[in-house]
């Protein structure tokens, strides 16, 4: 391969895809398809198939593994932009970890870490720092050693992705058939970044897109939430690309209800004919770490190589060269270094210092930042409440007036149609049922009412509950006049002391249940 060639490529659980550069123009391209299995929740499960594939891949497309670039799937990863007190270079490494020790869900020794500095202060530090998974990093640098492939930077997926956008500012969502990527950027540092695994097997295109666009609503909500001073600016776009690119040429409403402007995301370097940039966008990000296009401006401000030390080829040592040459002028060192001992215990005991000041520092902040995710954690669920709450009144009044139609019916109904000689003792009306009780003279009475009910076409089933007859006796009114009622007062109001006369009556109760026909 010639000085000015040089190769990316990206493995996900469906597919290998090759990008071939020749200077700053895509000169080839090609995507193999994995058979199901290979590679499980990010990580490759059967090295030595995978990079059997991978080689004849590479020989048939006359590439050599020598100058690549190679992408890795954030799924597991985790990005903090951190800030540290101004520290020396030599515990700066120590004071980072400690502060990801303090942030991070997962333990240190299961990740990969790398970082970088932002922006310094005389006081601050501001430094972009990103943990990847072990067993997924082994896995795939396993393989590409089997296949004779040597790369020589290694990046994340998302951030590759970052780097095509011709904005600081701005939303990148790609939909690939495993996995989708989702980056907030803000004013060239990547915010906010969520990376999820998708069912490629028995999923359709439209059903990883309605995932991947709830999650993108949530993703939004979640940093405008958590940065209430600065939310996610109106005018930063959203860039879609992969299966989300085509799909918002057939459905231009696609994401509408974001209030984002929604674009495809455009690669910025000159191919061949046929090339179909969409599908290559994370291997084309990895190809803009090695190059610089003269008329565009770079606006992500991390760039970072993720390959880990122990796979970086080590430097040829000196001292086997030079053993003899080195052994003398180790003799002749001697005496000076031994001077210099009580000078470095010294200078040990200032930076141990140093370093216990900041580490008291870090450990104010990440209990700050706890306090913070408590605070930001009971937000989101008091927001979740309101919106069911929300949701369950809007029900509510859409239900409205179809239930007042059906009750205000049923009642006017059950009072037309009801005889003269029956009358109600209860009435209870609910959206699906009417409850009738009373009394009657007769039981063709009840039964003309209940007919007459039925036959409104209102009620889908109607229950006699009851119908009882009912005998009682009742004291037989008095008919003596105001008259004779003063005289008895004035003979002295003798008590009486004869029997009241009983008289019997007979009616008949009901009980009518109606279900409402809706």
Request: charged share 25%; aromatic share 6%; with cysteine.
């Amino acid at each position: 391969m010639r000085n000015n060639r040089f190769v990316t490529l990206y493995i996900d659980a469906t597919s290998i895809k090759l990008l071939v550069m020749k200077g700053k123009t895509v000169s080839a391209w090609a995507v193999l398809s994995l058979e199901p299995g290979l590679m499980k929740d990010g990580v490759i499960t059967d090295t030595d198939k995978l990079a059997s594939e991978l080689k004849e891949f590479l020989r048939f497309h006359h590439v050599e593994g020598k100058k690549t670039i190679v992408g890795l799937s954030g799924t597991h990863c985790f990005y903090r932009v951190m800030t540290l007190p101004v520290l020396k270079a030599d515990i700066l490494n120590e004071a980072v970890q400690r502060e990801a020790e303090g942030l991070l869900p997962v333990a240190l020794d299961e990740l990969y870490t790398s970082w970088q500095i932002l922006s310094r202060s005389k006081t601050e530090l501001t430094i972009f720092f990103v943990a990847y998974p072990r067993n997924a990093t082994d896995a795939l640098l396993t393989t590409l050693q089997k296949a004779e492939t040597k790369p020589h930077s290694m990046d994340l997926a998302p951030l590759a992705l970052a780097r095509v956008t011709d904005r600081d500012t701005a939303v990148i969502m790609d939909v690939r058939p495993s996995e989708a990527d989702i980056v907030i950027m803000v004013k060239g540092v990547p915010e906010l970044i969520r990376s999820l695994p998708l069912p490629a097997e028995n999923a359709s295109p439209e059903d990883r897109l309605a995932i991947v666009r709830d999650e993108l609503q949530r993703t939004i909500k979640f940093y405008n939430s958590s940065k209430v001073d600065s939310p996610l600016a109106e005018d930063a776009p959203i860039y879609v690309t992969g299966e989300a690119s085509s799909y918002l040429e057939t459905h231009p409403s696609f994401l509408e209800d974001t209030g984002h402007q929604v674009l495809p995301l455009k690669s910025p370097l000159p191919s061949l004919d046929g090339f179909n940039d969409t599908h290559y966008m994370v291997n084309i990000g990895l190809a803009l770490k090695s190059i610089r296009l003269s008329k565009r401006q770079e606006f992500l401000a991390t760039n970072l190589n993720i390959i880990p030390a122990v796979y970086l080829p080590k430097p040829k040592s000196l001292a086997k060269m030079f053993i003899i040459p080195v052994l003398l002028l180790g003799i002749g060192l001697s005496y000076m270094m031994l001077k210099q001992v009580q000078d470095t215990a010294a200078e040990n005991a200032l930076i141990e210092s140093q370093l216990n000041a900041a580490s008291k520092t870090l450990e104010k902040r990440q209990a700050e930042r706890r306090k913070l995710r408590e605070e930001i954690s009971k937000l989101e669920k008091e927001v979740s409440l309101l919106e069911k709450t929300k949701k369950k009144v809007s029900a509510a009044e859409k239900a409205f007036p179809v239930r007042h139609e059906v009750i205000n019916g049923n009642l006017a109904v059950a009072m037309e149609s009801r005889p003269e000689q029956v009358s109600n003792t209860l009435i209870s009306c609910s959206l699906d049922l009417l409850k009738l009780e009373g009394t009657s003279p007769t039981e063709a009475e009840i039964l003309l009412y209940a007919d007459t009910l039925q036959r409104s076409n209102r009620f889908s089933d109607l229950i006699i509950d009851v119908i009882e007859r009912i005998v009682e006796q009742v004291p037989e009114e008095e008919t003596g006049d105001e008259e004779e009622s003063g005289g008895e007062e004035e003979s002295g109001g003798e008590e009486e002391t004869g029997g009241e006369e009983e008289t019997t009556i007979e009616y008949m109760e009901f009980k009518l249940i109606l279900e409402s026909r809706r």
